[in-house]
C-alpha cells in the first residue's frame, strides 16, 4: 500500500508526518492476505501443505474453494494459485468494492466471486450462501474443501435458519450494533439463527475433508467468533443467545420469528449447533494465518526502524470508544509532559476494537469516535498526535477508516466554528474531521485485523 494514501492535514504538516503513514503502511503490507495464504499453503508435487497437516491429493477426486469475508477475493486467488490444475471450481463472498481486478482475473471462470453487504445483511449474501450450500451438499469423502475465512464474513456469508427471514436478520444485526453488543455476543446470536455458521459450513461439507484458513478479526482471535466460526464448534447454546437479548433489553424490539427459535431451542426442541467432539468435525483443520498482532508487531518494527522508541502497548483494547480515546490520550499526555512509560520521540502501538453505543444520529465510526474523544486532553499534550484506523480501510458506514487528531486539533477546529463537544454527543465524528481534512482514506485495503492506534509523541 502506498504511504501517502494515509496522509491528512495534519500529517502532511509534521516533519515526521510521513514517517507515521510509513508505519501504517506496513502494518497493512504486514496483514496482506493473498501473502498470509501462501505462508501456511504450499503444494509440492501431489502433497498439499497446510501448517503443520499434509494431504495427498492423490486422495481427492475434487478441490474445492469457498471463501467468505472482506479479504474473501486475495485469498482465494493465491489458494487457487497453489493448487493449480487441480481446483475444481468454487464460490467467494465479498464486500461489495473489496476486490481487486487482479484477483478476479486468477479466479474466473472456476471459482464464482459474489459481493454482498455489510455489516448488515443482504439479499446478495444470501445468495451466495444458497450457492456454497448448493455446492458443499454433494460433496463426499473424496473431496477436499479449502474454506477462506475472514473478518465481515458473518454479515456476507448468509444462510437463514428455517423460519426465519433476510428482513428478521436485518433488523436485529442493526440494533445489536446500536446498542453497543460486542462482536462475540453480536456473533453468538448469528450462530443460532444461521445453517452456515457455528460449524453449519462443515457439517454440510461433511465428509468432506476441510482446511480452513482464517484471517482474524477478532480480539485474542477465538475460532468460534471470527465470521461466526461456520467450521469450528460452538461452545454457546440457544440460551446464550436469550441472555444477550435480555442484558441489552432488546427483547421487545427483536422479531417474533427469532425469539420463537430461540426460545424453543433452548427448550430443546431444536438441534443445537455442532459441539467440540461431533463427528461432523472431525475432519476439519482450523489455522490462524493472520491477526491484529502480527500486524501491530510490524508496525513496532517500523516505527524502530524509523528512530522512534517503541512499545507495544496490548492487542486486547477493546471498550467503548470514547473512554478508550480519553485513556489514550492520558498515555500520550504523559509521555509529552514526562517522557513515561517511554521517552520521546515514542511511538506506542495498541490493537483491538472498541464499540459505539449510538446516542445521536450522526454519521462516524468507532475509530472517528475514538479520536474525537481524545481530542480535547491531547490539547495539553505538546508534540502528541493519536491515529485510528479500520485495518480494512472502512470505519464504520464510512469512507474513512478512522482519523488523525494531535495538539492542535481543537485549536483548528475552533477557527472553522467546530465543536468537539457536541459533535461527540451526536456521534458525528465523520463531518468534524472531514472539516479538517483529518480523515484517513485509504480505500478498501483487502485485509482486516481489527484496529490499530498509534500514539506519537516526539
Known sequence: MNPESFLTATLRALPHGAAVTRILAAAIAAVEPGAAVRRFLRREGEYLHAGDAVYDLR??????IVGAGKAGAPMAAAAAGIIGERLT?????????????????????????????????????????ERIADLLRHTTERDLVLALISGGGSALLTRPAPGITLDDLQRLTGSLLACGASINEINTLRRHLDTLKGGGLARLAAPAA??????SDVVG???????????VADPTTFADALGILERYDLTRQTPAAILDRLQRGACGEIAETPKPGDPAL?????????????AAEAALAAARDEGFNTLLLTTFLQGEARVVGRVLAAIAREIALSNHPIRRPACVIAGGETTVTLRGDGRGGRNQELALAAAADLASAPGALL???????????TDAAGAVVSDTTIQRAAALGLDATAALARNDSYPFFDALGDLLRPGPTQTNVNDLALIVAV
Open 89 to 129: 471450481g468454487g464460490v467467494a463472498v465479498v464486500k461489495e468494492g473489496h476486490i481487486a481486478a487482479e484477483n478476479l482475473a486468477a479466479l474466473r471462470p472456476r471459482v464464482e466471486v459474489i459481493e454482498a453487504g455489510h455489516p448488515i445483511p443482504d439479499a446478495r449474501g444470501v445468495s451466495a450462501g
Open 387 to 397: 491515529v485510528a484506523l479500520a485495518t480494512d480501510g472502512g470505519d464504520g458506514p
Open 59 to 64: 486422495s481427492f477426486d475434487r478441490i474445492w
Open 282 to 294: 472431525a475432519r476439519v483443520h482450523n489455522l490462524i494465518i493472520g491477526s491484529n498482532r502480527l
Open 210 to 215: 476441510v482446511v480452513t484458513l482464517i484471517l
Open 221 to 231: 482471535d477465538p475460532f468460534d467468533v471470527i465470521a461466526s466460526g461456520p467450521t
